[in-house]
């Protein structure tokens, strides 16, 4: 399986030790599903990070090894051409385009501009139906 994870993932992964997203992240640097990255999440992770709301909370060398890692177990793709406009919001274009661009089989998100799209181009799941499903297939 082939995800994109949206920025506000890995934020709650970092911000949230004993979280959801966490776990998801941790899966997937951990092997159990592909992941893709590209320069704009990575560069905008960074600035998340960087604000200082989120580095009050999690120390820069925290921040930056966090980074060094999502992308050390990410497969790493170039910034798509921007799609037509999907989202309310259109910083989350280039999420969009991105899953469509490596033929995601998911856009896991916790942003609720995403999760609304009544007829995305690519599957949108929700955190917590991701990492369900993570968790089901343990089992199984």
Same mark, same amino acid.
């Given at each position: 399986?082939?995800?994109?994870?949206?920025?506000?993932?890995?934020?709650?992964?970092?911000?949230?030790?004993?979280?959801?997203?966490?776990?998801?992240?941790?899966?997937?640097?951990?092997?159990?599903?592909?992941?893709?990255?590209?320069?704009?999440?990575?560069?905008?992770? !960074? /600035?998340? =990070?960087?604000?200082?709301?989120?580095?009050? $909370?999690?120390?820069? &060398?925290?921040?930056? @090894?966090?980074? *060094?890692?999502?992308?050390?177990?990410?497969?790493?793709?170039?910034?798509?051409?921007?799609?037509?406009?999907?989202?309310?919001?259109?910083?989350?274009?280039?999420?969009?385009?991105?899953?469509?661009?490596?033929? !995601? /089989?998911? =856009?896991?998100?916790?942003?609720?501009?995403? $999760?609304?799209?009544? &007829?995305?181009?690519? @599957?949108?799941? *929700?955190?917590?139906?991701?990492?369900?499903?993570?968790?089901?297939?343990?089992?199984?």
């Amino acid at each position: 399986m082939l995800v994109v994870l949206d920025v506000n993932v890995y934020v709650s992964a970092i911000v949230t030790p004993t979280g959801v997203a966490r776990s998801v992240v941790e899966a997937g640097i951990g092997g159990r599903f592909d992941y893709v990255t590209s320069p704009a999440l990575l560069a905008e992770l !960074a /600035d998340v =990070l960087a604000r200082p709301k989120i580095s009050r $909370l999690v120390p820069g &060398d925290v921040a930056d @090894r966090f980074i *060094a890692d999502v992308r050390g177990g990410a497969r790493l793709e170039p910034d798509p051409a921007e799609s037509s406009s999907v989202s309310r919001d259109p910083d989350d274009e280039y999420l969009v385009a991105l899953a469509i661009s490596v033929s !995601a /089989d998911a =856009l896991v998100t916790g942003d609720a501009d995403l $999760l609304d799209l009544s &007829d995305p181009p690519v @599957r949108i799941v *929700a955190l917590r139906s991701f990492f369900e499903s993570l968790s089901g297939s343990e089992s199984a």
